[in-house]
């Protein structure tokens, strides 16, 4: 059984689905097809149908897996920090309520490339240490792989696996042509000097070569790496493929390709999700109050943005905890302080509180902008915002996400709230193909437009579905990748 589906009992006896009962989906073409053929049950308060497997041929599983259509939530995740399992979860959840085809949903379940490296790098001290790198790519069925790079001692299998996905389901909820990918080494950045870090750059670069470049894989920053690194990354690639190649990575410093606006780009895009909520919930913004959850690039950028539409943000962390002030932070003084210290600690502009703490105060606006599974089953009744709106990867487990419904918190999940990033990484992969570069007032307007029109379209989706805006954030872009998964077709 698929952990986190409900098993057969007698009160949910099999029931052969009829033609009116059956999941339904409309292709692009505007037909709705009837795509189960097998046994279904009901299920939950909604009695809606679990698809419990498929046959195609004679005696052929094509596909066996229960998927839960319109659960609202309900299903539990057996390993709740796991997020790939999480993710698994939504997807099970999103593609029985558009009613996919099990086929597609086999191979959307699964990555097509996983490539892990052992990547010996000489020390200063001249010893040699051997660090693990990771490279996977989940779909890139609607163009190359598109992911960032993240340095840090948690990185593992199953967090990149997640994280890919996570990018193929963000690039498609905004529109932007390329799959999913993400990588990472296990390491710390923060313990390594320059040099140790750029050679373990370019190692990992070198390991991975092959299923990299502008129409395969197009790599970006993440946690612990930076724009510095992107440009070791790209000249590594370029010297390998003797040619000047700056497609083959995004986020880089604008002298060698980079895009105005990029730096902002992950931050600003939560800025526009926010206000887009507070507008949808009739709330304005200079009555409103903020918690930010991470003190880095994604949490201070979006800190900068909510303040300039009046909201007044009166906590910020980072790893050490947090600080708070209800009259506002100043938070010019924070981001100084933090380019010379690296941390809060020694900033006198307000209380000093734990991060479990942080992420209880009563505030409008909650910004989980630091890493996954934050908020959980064990905290989540314990959030007082009232919307949420996630500039991290997978803050939310999948067994918060009812909680936090039943308590009526409006949540933009992350596949929407942080695409700001790979949607001006997109526009610096276009820049980089044409060699012919926009202004950032051209960069910021393109960017808003394509991010408040994917809010509008994943509220809809929400309203006319009766999802949660996570879900109808996954049926959004599951669907495209879906369509175009069919439309392909399989290679044999």
């Known amino acids: 059984m698929v952990p986190g589906h409900q098993r057969l009992t007698r009160r949910h006896a099999p ?14 073409g505007g037909v709705l097809r009837d795509n189960y053929r097998e046994i279904v049950v009901f299920c939950g308060r909604r009695s809606v149908a679990v698809v419990v497997h498929f046959i195609y041929g004679p005696r052929r599983i094509i596909a066996k897996q229960a998927l839960s259509l319109g659960m609202n939530q309900q299903q539990q995740v057996a390993s709740e920090e796991n997020p790939y399992q999480a993710m698994q979860a939504r997807l099970d959840l999103a593609s029985a309520r558009l009613g996919l085809d ?44 598109k992911g960032g ?11 990149v696996r997640a994280l890919a996905a996570w990018m193929t389901w963000k690039c498609a909820v905004v529109s932007v042509p390329f799959g999913g990918g993400k990588g990472g080494v296990v390491c710390d950045p923060f313990k390594m000097s320059k040099g140790e870090l750029e050679r373990v750059t370019r190692r990992y670069v070198t390991g991975i070569m092959d299923i990299l470049g502008p129409d ?5 920053p993440d946690m612990g790496t930076d724009g510095q690194v992107m440009a070791w990354f790209m000249d590594t690639y370029s010297m390998h493929q003797r040619s000047y190649l700056p497609a083959s990575v995004t986020g880089k410093p604008v002298s060698i390709g980079g895009s105005l606006g990029r730096v902002e780009a992950t931050g600003r895009g939560v800025m526009l999700c926010a ?127 009812k909680i936090l419904d039943d308590k009526g918190v409006f949540v933009v999940p992350d ?40 809010f509008a379209a994943t509220v809809d989706m929400a309203q006319r579905f009766g999802e949660s805006n996570r879900i109808a954030a996954y049926m959004l872009g599951v669907n495209r990748v879906a369509e175009t998964t069919r439309i392909r077709g399989i290679y044999a």
Not at 113 to 137: K, N
Not at 149 to 159: G, L, P, Q
Not at 435 to 449: A, D, G, I, L, P
Request: negative net charge.
């Open 15 to 28: 029931h052969r689905m009829t033609q009116a009962s059956a999941p339904q989906r409309q292709d692009g």
């Open 102 to 145: 099990p086929n597609i949903i086999a191979i959307l379940r699964t990555c097509e490339r996983e490539i892990t490296i052992s990547m010996p790098v000489v020390m200063d001290d001249g010893s040699i240490q051997v660090f693990e790198g990771f490279r996977v790519q989940h779909s890139t069925s609607r163009g190359p792989a």
């Open 149 to 159: 790079i993240r340095f840090a001692m948690n990185v593992n299998r199953d967090e």
């Open 216 to 220: 395969r894989d197009v790599p970006a």
């Open 275 to 401: 206000r887009e909520a507070l507008k949808h919930l009739g709330m304005n913004p200079k009555e409103c109050t903020a918690v930010i959850q991470g003190a880095g690039n994604v949490g201070m950028i979006s800190a900068l943005q909510l303040a300039r539409i009046g909201v007044k943000v009166i906590a910020i962390s980072d790893v050490h905890g947090g600080l708070y002030n209800k009259a506002g932070l100043d938070l010019t003084g924070i981001r100084e302080h933090m380019k010379r210290r690296r941390t809060l600690d020694g900033f006198d502009g307000g209380d000093r509180i734990g991060n479990n703490e942080l992420m209880e105060l009563e505030c409008d606006i909650l910004v989980p902008a630091a890493t996954e599974n934050v908020i959980t089953s064990r905290n989540a009744d314990k959030i007082h915002a009232k919307i949420i709106v996630e500039g991290a990867n997978g803050p939310v487990t999948a067994n918060a996400d």
């Open 415 to 454: 596949i929407l709230a942080n695409a700001g990033g790979v949607t001006v990484s997109y526009f610096e992969w276009v820049q980089d193909r044409m060699s012919f570069f926009w202004t950032q007032k051209e960069v910021e307007e393109r960017m808003e437009r394509i991010m408040v029109d994917s």
